[in-house]
């Protein structure tokens, strides 16, 4: 049977605020701070000049400019000293290299110290002409063709020299230099596959020659080995001096790339000269920028003091109590309402007040939650509980289940929306010894319901803070409807 009216006791409110008391005192402290920090915001904000501030804004701004600044010297000159510097010593050192092989050249080269404009010269051209076998004379000219262009070629491909004959040439040129400053005094040309011409150049004519004539019999030898058949027959024959443009171009192509070469390596030199001066007039700037922030920034603290003093520590301690005592007061207010509206107002069995006051069933027992508070004792005096041991509390819920059941002769059972592996409940079922049995929650399931068939009597069993007064209501009207009777209530 269900008492419609509600009975609020100051010491189910009491409770409640104990229980919640962290909550409480966190909600009343944290809304406190910040109200306090506001009245200190709000005493500074009214007593600070705004010229001051303006003034240090601004020089923060140039600090903050100049910091930039410095910065990005310190990037250039990481730049130049890990990227730029190194880049062109890497290409000074290819210059150097490359310059020095041209000036060798230059030096060492029988070609570019000859005379253009009385350039030594020898030239032999010669003919070679095969005679056709009588079994050959219907393809004459193809033949013919084939042959020369193969003696031809032959003498062609004499050059560059064999060491032997390079040799022989040093000898008559009279200098032992590199096989490259021979070859390029020597050319042996072929001309339409049935003449060879040959060419050497020196400041002597008469050397050349020599050259010229040894490198005839060595090529006639080499036609007479491969065609013992073949004639040979010179057509044109000249030895003397001669203005070589061709000659005088290359010469100057190659001093002029010495030349140029030599400007590029005075240059990146130059270049690297300029680096490391820019990183030393950056370092400069850098100390006379740093100098100017260390100004600005006692500038700064010069106006800060200013604007301090402005404020006085009275009106900010003034301002931060006025505010904090009114957030606490708040705070406490706020945590106090929600509190009351949760637990007073919510719709849920708090303690078992709440089952007495609303309901004319006996409290057959009120075990121990698993929840401790900081006033433990205090909260379960106020809310009737026993504040005896755990197995004493149980011991005593468990007789009076029994007892009633005894004294009312017929069968029991306990239903409810809890979890049978609830510790306290599990403890309450081990102690009854199966006497008393859990049949679940009949508004979860039909299994419950069907549980309930041979028993008389039901004792609801409600768990705090989680069982509504609605549900209970529906549990005892679906209870009433099967015909059966509540006999009390357990509450977990």
Known sequence: MENKEIQIRFSDIAASFLKSIVLILVVTIVLGTAMAGFGVYRAKRVKVDPSIQETINTLNKDVTSKQESVHRLEDSNKTILNVNIPYTEKKVARDEKLTQSRRQYIEESIFSNIDPFNCGVSRVSFAIDIPVPEDAKEEYAQYRTEELGRLVNACVQMYPLSDANMAKVK????????????????????????????????NDPEIAKKVTDYLFDQLSAEITSISPDAIITVVSSNTGTEVNWSMNNTQVSYQ????????????????????????????????????????????????????????????????????????AVAGLALACAYVYVRDVLGGKVRNRNNILSRYSYPLLGALPGSKKYIFDKTVKRLEGDSVYEKKDIIASSSASILAAVAADGGK?????????????????LKSLKGRVEYKGNILSGSEAIKNLEGYDKVILVEKRCASRYDSINEEISRIRALHKDVLGFVLL
């Open 171 to 202: 000898s008559i040129i009279g200098s032992d230099v590199e096989k490259k400053y021979i070859d390029e005094l020597i050319s042996i040309e072929n001309s339409k596959d049935e003449m060879v011409k040959i060419t050497v150049v020196h």
């Open 256 to 327: 002029d790339s010495l030349l140029l070469a030599e400007k590029n390596l005075a240059s990146d030199q130059e270049s690297i000269t300029s680096s490391y001066k820019t990183i030393e007039d950056n370092k400069k700037s850098i100390e006379d920028i740093n100098e100017e922030i260390k100004k600005i920034n006692d500038d700064i603290a010069s106006n800060q003091k200013k604007l301090n003093a402005v404020i006085a520590k009275k009106d900010l301690l003034k301002s931060a109590i006025k505010f904090g005592l009114v957030g």
């Open 412 to 428: 029991t059972c306990l239903i409810g929306p809890v979890d049978a592996k609830d510790p306290s409940f599990a403890d309450l």
